[in-house]
């Protein structure tokens, strides 16, 4: 059985680079191709899909979020990274990794069955 885990600060400062680790067991993010995705929830709004990697290390992004956006992998410890830059306290939100989304949009947590935990990320002027 799959499992995430995200992790890194749950505190940000504006302007700077928000970074967040996935780590993967039960499965190989190199050998598994599916979309290892990352998700975010704002307070009081649906969950919000940001981009994804896959098991060739190909990406796609929001076209929203795409000007600050980067996710790149690192296969010998199994862990996808979310960066995300310039960060304003509009990107305060629940963070999620997950396993199989990809659509640009909101998405719904019952779109699938793998899901890390989600990591609050605050932002702060």
């Known amino acids: 059985q799959v499992q995430l885990q995200e992790s890194g600060p749950g505190l940000v400062m504006s302007s700077q680079t928000l970074s967040l680790t996935c780590s993967v067991s039960?499965?190989?993010?190199?050998?598994?191709?599916?979309?290892w995705s990352w998700i975010r929830q704002p307070p009081g709004k649906g969950l919000e899909w940001i981009g994804y990697?896959?098991?060739?290390?190909?990406?796609e992004y929001s076209p929203a979020l795409k000007s600050r956006t980067s996710i790149s992998r690192d296969t010998s410890k199994n862990q996808f990274t979310l960066q995300l830059s310039s960060v304003t306290p509009e990107d305060t939100a629940v963070y999620y990794c997950?396993?199989?989304?990809?659509?640009?949009?909101?998405?719904?947590?019952?779109?699938?069955?793998?899901w890390g935990q989600g990591t609050q990320v605050t932002v702060v002027s």
């Open positions: 039960g499965g190989s993010i190199r050998t598994s191709c599916y979309y």
């Open positions: 997950n396993r199989d989304l990809f659509e640009v949009g909101w998405v719904k947590r019952s779109d699938s069955d793998y």
């Open positions: 990697t896959d098991c060739n290390g190909y990406t």
